[in-house]
């Protein structure tokens, strides 16, 4: 399963990838905007972490994943406990195993 993340604090992207690794996932984080912000590519989960992105951000992902089938949660908390409640969420949802 692949997991794009945007927001969240830049000092926790580690934390970030190593949880997502727990959960079989390929992860790209943006924790602020960059020029690769233009292809985040087609990822099955995206993750607003909405209190630390700019509208333009939020904007500028959400049209490029406008019409496609990608499941987008947003969280206005950026810890690493609310992306453990959104991975658990989507996995049983998907019916995927979390275990490595």
Do not use: W
């Not at 993340?5 to 949880?19: D, F, H, P, S, T």
């Not at 790209?28 to 989960?45: E, R, T, V």
């Not at 630390?52 to 949660?73: A, D, N, W, Y």
Request: include cysteine.
């Amino acid at each position: 399963m692949s997991v794009v993340i945007v927001g969240g604090n830049e000092c926790m992207v580690r934390q970030y990838k190593e949880l997502c690794r727990e959960y079989k996932c390929k992860v790209k984080i943006y924790p602020k905007m960059a020029g690769s912000l233009k292809n985040i590519g087609l990822p099955d989960l995206l993750v607003l972490f909405t209190s630390t992105v700019s509208h333009k951000m939020i904007r500028s992902v959400l049209e490029q994943t406008k019409g496609k089938p990608v499941r987008t949660v947003r969280s206005h908390t950026s810890s690493i406990n609310a992306l453990r409640v959104i991975l658990e969420d989507h996995m049983a949802e998907s019916g995927e195993d979390r275990h490595v």
